[in-house]
Protein backbone atom coordinates (compact mmCIF):
# COMPACT_ATOMS: atom_id res chain seq x y z
CA UNK A 1 0.00 0.00 0.00
CA UNK A 2 1.80 3.40 -1.00
CA UNK A 3 1.95 6.38 1.58
CA UNK A 4 2.10 8.77 -1.47
CA UNK A 5 -0.47 11.61 -1.65
CA UNK A 6 -3.07 12.04 -4.21
CA UNK A 7 -1.32 13.23 -7.27
CA UNK A 8 -2.45 13.45 -10.72
CA UNK A 9 -0.95 15.29 -13.88
CA UNK A 10 -2.63 15.50 -17.03
CA UNK A 11 -1.85 17.03 -20.28
CA UNK A 12 -4.19 17.36 -23.09
CA UNK A 13 -2.07 18.80 -25.87
CA UNK A 14 -5.16 19.33 -28.39
CA UNK A 15 -6.61 21.94 -25.37
CA UNK A 16 -3.02 23.20 -24.65
CA UNK A 17 -4.01 22.33 -20.65
CA UNK A 18 -2.39 20.80 -18.28
CA UNK A 19 -4.30 19.41 -14.89
CA UNK A 20 -2.59 18.76 -11.28
CA UNK A 21 -4.86 17.74 -8.96
CA UNK A 22 -2.87 16.80 -5.73
CA UNK A 23 -3.77 16.04 -1.76
CA UNK A 24 -2.30 17.73 0.90
CA UNK A 25 -2.56 16.46 4.49
CA UNK A 26 -3.05 19.95 5.99
CA UNK A 27 -6.20 21.85 6.74
CA UNK A 28 -7.42 24.25 3.64
CA UNK A 29 -6.43 27.58 5.27
CA UNK A 30 -2.98 26.40 5.70
CA UNK A 31 -2.63 25.30 2.22
CA UNK A 32 -4.12 28.52 0.54
CA UNK A 33 -1.53 30.52 2.39
CA UNK A 34 1.16 28.31 0.90
CA UNK A 35 -0.30 29.19 -2.28
CA UNK A 36 -1.07 32.91 -2.05
CA UNK A 37 1.84 34.39 0.71
CA UNK A 38 5.30 35.11 -0.77
CA UNK A 39 6.89 34.34 2.67
CA UNK A 40 5.65 30.92 2.23
CA UNK A 41 5.82 30.67 -1.63
CA UNK A 42 9.24 31.46 -1.51
CA UNK A 43 9.98 28.34 0.67
CA UNK A 44 8.75 25.66 -1.81
CA UNK A 45 7.87 26.77 -5.45
CA UNK A 46 11.53 26.22 -6.83
CA UNK A 47 12.72 22.63 -7.34
CA UNK A 48 15.82 22.32 -5.40
CA UNK A 49 18.46 23.02 -6.22
CA UNK A 50 16.84 26.61 -7.57
CA UNK A 51 15.39 29.09 -4.53
CA UNK A 52 12.47 31.05 -5.12
CA UNK A 53 12.96 35.39 -4.40
CA UNK A 54 9.64 37.44 -4.35
CA UNK A 55 10.44 40.93 -5.70
CA UNK A 56 7.17 41.94 -5.11
CA UNK A 57 3.35 40.50 -4.37
CA UNK A 58 0.55 41.95 -4.40
CA UNK A 59 -2.47 38.98 -3.92
CA UNK A 60 -5.55 40.81 -5.09
CA UNK A 61 -7.85 41.19 -8.38
CA UNK A 62 -5.15 43.24 -10.49
CA UNK A 63 -2.47 42.67 -8.27
CA UNK A 64 1.06 40.78 -9.44
CA UNK A 65 3.65 39.06 -8.36
CA UNK A 66 7.10 39.04 -9.88
CA UNK A 67 9.36 36.52 -8.80
CA UNK A 68 13.00 34.47 -10.00
CA UNK A 69 13.86 31.21 -9.60
CA UNK A 70 17.58 31.57 -9.15
CA UNK A 71 20.35 28.71 -9.60
CA UNK A 72 22.87 27.63 -7.21
CA UNK A 73 25.28 29.91 -9.57
CA UNK A 74 22.87 33.13 -9.46
CA UNK A 75 21.31 32.47 -12.70
CA UNK A 76 17.77 34.09 -12.55
CA UNK A 77 14.83 32.83 -14.21
CA UNK A 78 12.10 35.47 -13.51
CA UNK A 79 8.32 34.88 -13.92
CA UNK A 80 5.44 38.07 -14.00
CA UNK A 81 1.76 36.86 -12.26
CA UNK A 82 -1.25 38.72 -12.60
CA UNK A 83 -4.11 37.71 -10.19
CA UNK A 84 -7.21 37.88 -12.07
CA UNK A 85 -9.81 36.07 -10.25
CA UNK A 86 -9.84 35.91 -6.26
CA UNK A 87 -12.49 33.87 -4.05
CA UNK A 88 -11.02 33.52 -0.52
CA UNK A 89 -9.99 30.30 0.28
CA UNK A 90 -11.26 28.16 -2.45
CA UNK A 91 -10.10 29.51 -5.61
CA UNK A 92 -7.84 32.08 -7.88
CA UNK A 93 -6.93 32.59 -11.43
CA UNK A 94 -3.71 34.18 -12.44
CA UNK A 95 -1.99 34.88 -15.72
CA UNK A 96 1.62 34.05 -15.82
CA UNK A 97 4.44 34.85 -18.30
CA UNK A 98 8.12 33.90 -18.15
CA UNK A 99 9.95 37.71 -18.18
CA UNK A 100 13.21 39.19 -18.31
CA UNK A 101 14.41 41.19 -14.77
CA UNK A 102 13.15 44.32 -15.81
CA UNK A 103 9.45 42.70 -15.79
CA UNK A 104 9.33 42.77 -19.54
CA UNK A 105 7.13 39.33 -20.23
CA UNK A 106 7.26 36.95 -22.56
CA UNK A 107 4.56 37.36 -25.46
CA UNK A 108 2.50 33.79 -24.69
CA UNK A 109 2.00 32.90 -21.48
CA UNK A 110 -0.17 30.89 -19.78
CA UNK A 111 -3.60 31.07 -17.56
CA UNK A 112 -3.63 29.01 -14.37
CA UNK A 113 -7.10 28.10 -12.63
CA UNK A 114 -6.89 26.80 -8.79
CA UNK A 115 -9.83 25.66 -6.97
CA UNK A 116 -9.31 24.53 -3.34
CA UNK A 117 -11.41 21.84 -1.33
CA UNK A 118 -11.50 20.04 1.62
CA UNK A 119 -11.92 16.02 1.93
CA UNK A 120 -11.84 13.49 4.65
CA UNK A 121 -9.11 15.77 6.70
CA UNK A 122 -7.08 16.70 3.42
CA UNK A 123 -7.06 19.48 1.50
CA UNK A 124 -7.25 18.88 -2.19
CA UNK A 125 -5.63 21.28 -4.93
CA UNK A 126 -6.99 21.10 -8.53
CA UNK A 127 -5.01 23.27 -11.14
CA UNK A 128 -5.84 23.87 -14.71
CA UNK A 129 -3.08 25.30 -16.83
CA UNK A 130 -3.88 26.76 -19.83
CA UNK A 131 -1.06 27.71 -22.28
CA UNK A 132 -1.40 30.07 -25.53
CA UNK A 133 1.19 28.47 -27.73
CA UNK A 134 1.10 24.86 -28.46
CA UNK A 135 4.75 25.52 -28.96
CA UNK A 136 5.39 27.18 -25.51
CA UNK A 137 3.89 23.90 -24.02
CA UNK A 138 5.51 21.26 -25.90
CA UNK A 139 8.96 24.07 -24.94
CA UNK A 140 8.72 23.75 -21.42
CA UNK A 141 6.80 20.62 -20.34
CA UNK A 142 9.45 18.28 -19.51
CA UNK A 143 11.24 20.78 -17.52
CA UNK A 144 7.64 21.91 -16.08
CA UNK A 145 6.61 18.38 -15.01
CA UNK A 146 9.83 17.32 -13.23
CA UNK A 147 10.11 20.61 -11.51
CA UNK A 148 6.14 20.57 -10.40
CA UNK A 149 6.28 17.07 -9.10
CA UNK A 150 9.18 18.26 -6.97
CA UNK A 151 8.21 21.69 -5.89
CA UNK A 152 4.44 20.16 -4.42
CA UNK A 153 7.09 17.66 -2.96
CA UNK A 154 9.02 20.53 -0.97
CA UNK A 155 5.42 21.76 -0.54
CA UNK A 156 4.27 18.33 1.86
CA UNK A 157 7.73 19.05 3.56
CA UNK A 158 6.88 22.95 4.23
CA UNK A 159 3.28 21.70 5.74
CA UNK A 160 4.65 18.81 7.99
CA UNK A 161 6.50 21.54 9.45
CA UNK A 162 4.38 24.73 9.77
CA UNK A 163 2.54 25.58 12.90
CA UNK A 164 -0.97 24.62 13.17
CA UNK A 165 -0.75 21.53 11.23
Not at 51 to 78: H, I, L, N
Request: net charge negative; charged share 25%.
Amino acid sequence: MSNQPLFDFTVDKLSKTVTIIRAFDAPLSIVWDAFTKAELLDQWLAPKPLKCKTKYMDFRVGGKRFYAMVSPEGQEYWSLQEYTSITPKTHFKMYNAFADKDENPELTGSEWDHTFSEHNGKTIVNITIYNESLERLERILDGFTQGMKMSLQNLDELLANLPGK
